[in-house]
């Protein structure tokens, strides 16, 4: 895996406590400023920010995002040296430890430019939530295709921020008010998704997921399971998975006192979630457990990198490179995963012991 950007990469706490505050700056990263990110930031900052914010990213594009969206008046964008204490009210301050991007910068297409901005922002602020700088980190989407032209080869923030804390043990969360699904693998071809589960795999998404749920203000969080085969397995008449693998884990968790069942049928886990039996539901691979989510709407969908040793959200969906620069991006994403993110760092106590 080739990176490419800041040389130095900073540790985990060995404690694995959420470095996050509340007397501390939110962490916004711009993502990939081709795309709707700026916009979503902008018009966030112009709707007045619950809590001290600052934004990792361009001062250039984002002056001229305000100007586009007319909000140049109500808005003034500041360069900052360091987070700080941030900024809430008719002031964007914005932190760019790399090169500014160039004003010529396309919008709404694939450019390396923009593809290693959004790497280097989400860098620079990862090494600041490591020093305990930040509350926590929001992050706008950035472009896969954009970060392989400039050289950086990662699946996604994801794995970027896995890499970079050095976060041995870690999952993908999506969330909404009616549903939260963790996964068990993420971004890997189907096929190859039976090979990639163990039992200690399983067990760890399940600590993760009670990990998610504390964050959440869950003390005793009721865990589900999904199969990987129809029905779940069918008692081994579709696979075997959930007998060989699966229900080991659940056994394992459950002896350790954790509120964990199944393995549950993938076609109605979610349903029984949604209603309210269960408080989070361990997905085996990608779409069984984001097409729910998603389908119940990406307005109020948000992505949570759970294991780090800081809180870090995401918008649910992806650059929009067919409606930047338009005008008409809908910030509700961006806003669920910044109210998250603050839920998630508050002063109550969150568990320190995710499943490392």
């Excluded at 505050?21 to 709707?47: N, Q, W, Y």
């Excluded at 700088?133 to 992050?139: A, E, N, S």
């Amino acid at each position: 895996m080739t990176t490419v950007g800041p040389s130095s990469v900073a540790t985990t706490e060995p404690s694995g406590r959420a470095a996050g505050c509340p007397g501390r700056p939110l962490a916004f990263t711009m993502g990939d400023a081709a795309g709707i990110g700026p916009e979503l930031i902008v018009r966030l900052f112009a709707e007045g920010l619950p809590h001290p914010a600052v934004v990792y990213g361009d001062v250039g594009i984002l002056q001229r995002t305000c100007e586009s969206l007319g909000l140049s008046r109500q808005l003034r964008v500041q360069p900052l040296d360091a987070p700080g204490a941030g900024t809430t009210h008719q002031v964007i301050g914005v932190l760019n430890r790399w090169m500014p991007l160039p004003a010529s910068l396309p919008t709404g297409r694939v450019d390396p430019a923009a593809g290693r901005g959004a790497y280097e922002y989400l860098c620079h602020a990862i090494d600041d939530a490591q020093a305990h700088q930040l509350r926590g980190i929001v992050t706008a989407p950035l472009n896969k295709a954009a970060m392989r032209a400039a050289g950086v080869d990662f699946p996604g923030h994801t794995e970027i921020l896995a890499t970079r804390t050095h976060t041995r043990d870690y999952a993908m969360m999506l969330a909404n008010d009616e549903l939260r699904v963790l996964l068990v693998t993420i971004h890997i071809a189907l096929a190859d998704v039976s090979a990639a589960l163990s039992t200690a795999a399983e067990l760890t998404a399940i600590r993760l997921a009670q990990h998610a749920c504390r964050q959440s203000g869950i003390p005793q969080p009721r865990i589900a399971v999904a199969g990987l085969n129809p029905h779940a397995g069918e008692n081994g008449a579709f696979g075997t998975e959930e007998a060989r693998i699966i229900r080991p884990a659940i056994e394992q968790a459950v002896a350790q006192g954790l509120r964990v069942s199944g393995p549950w049928p993938g076609d109605t886990v979610f349903m029984r979630a949604r209603r309210g039996e269960f408080d989070i539901v361990v997905a085996q691979y990608h779409d069984q457990g984001l097409i729910p989510v998603k389908y119940l709407g990406l307005d109020e969908g948000v992505n949570v990198t759970v294991g780090l040793p800081f809180v870090r959200t995401s918008v649910d969906h992806g650059t929009a490179f067919d409606i930047a620069g338009q005008g008409v991006a809908d910030p509700a994403s961006l806003r669920a995963a910044m109210r998250l993110a603050l839920q998630m760092t508050t002063d109550r106590q969150a568990d320190s012991s995710p499943g490392r």
